[in-house]
Structures are given as structure tokens and as C-alpha cells.
Nanobody
Framework: QVQLVESGGGLVQPGGSLRLSCAAS????????VGWYRQSPGNQQREFVA????????NYVESVKGRFTISRDNTKNTVYLQMNSLKPEDTGVYYC??????????????WGQGTQVTVSS
């Protein structure tokens, strides 16, 4: 049963832009924080990128502040990640997540299947 579906990844040159989307089923979108993590090549762990709470509170990892923007459309049950001024170190698989808290992960959180972002010339 697929509940989070990411799209929008691809290959882009350094300095370019991409917009990721994550469509969620209504039952797991409403009332939950939604966010993005990424797993870089060679890393086994996923890194927090950005999160937006059900009330609109937003947080970013320091390395993407000023370049990435997270937003949510509650009418479409969709969360977006606008990524500008992309750098090679932004390369990785980007995962969408939905959870009942703003910070931290826990068993039972919802995850998408991931979308590949490659920043390379």
C-alpha cells in the first residue's frame, strides 16, 4: 500500500534548480509534520534536510538554508521541496516522510520510496 510518492528528481548542473514533490494519502498527511531526508552516495544513514509542521513551523539543515524551500499544500496533500543553487554535495536519494512530531524519527513513521537527485556537470 503506497502512501507517499515522490517525484521531480533528476540530473542537474551545479547552480541549477529542481522541485521535488511528495503526494500523500490524506490520512497520513493531515495533522502530521512532513519533510525530506536524503541519503548521499556511500552513506548508510539518511540526513535530515527540511521539515514543515501541520501548523507551518519550518526547519532546515544548516547546509541548505537560503537555497531550499519547503512548502505544503493541504488541499492536495502534497509537500514540495524547491531546491535552488544546487551543489554536487546535494546529490543523493531524497525521501519524503510523514510523522506526528516535528523533530526526530521513530518506528512507524511513513516514508516514500525515494527519488534520485544528481548534481553534476
Amino acid at each position: 500500500q503506497v502512501q507517499l510518492v515522490e517525484s521531480g528528481g533528476g540530473l542537474v548542473q551545479p547552480g541549477g534548480s529542481l522541485r521535488l514533490s511528495c503526494a500523500a494519502s490524506g490520512s497520513i498527511f493531515r495533522g502530521n509534520a512532513v519533510g525530506w531526508y536524503r541519503q548521499s552516495p556511500g552513506n548508510q544513514q539518511r540526513e535530515f534536510v527540511a521539515v514543515i509542521g501541520s501548523g507551518g513551523t519550518i526547519n532546515y539543515v544548516e547546509s541548505v538554508k537560503g537555497r531550499f524551500t519547503i512548502s505544503r499544500d493541504n488541499t492536495k496533500n502534497t509537500v514540495y521541496l524547491q531546491m535552488n543553487s544546487l551543489k554536487p554535495e546535494d546529490t543523493g536519494v531524497y525521501y519524503c516522510t510523514a510523522r506526528p512530531r516535528l523533530y526526530g524519527t521513530a518506528p512507524g513513521d511513513y516514508w516514500g520510496q525515494g527519488t534520485q537527485v544528481t548534481v553534476s556537470s
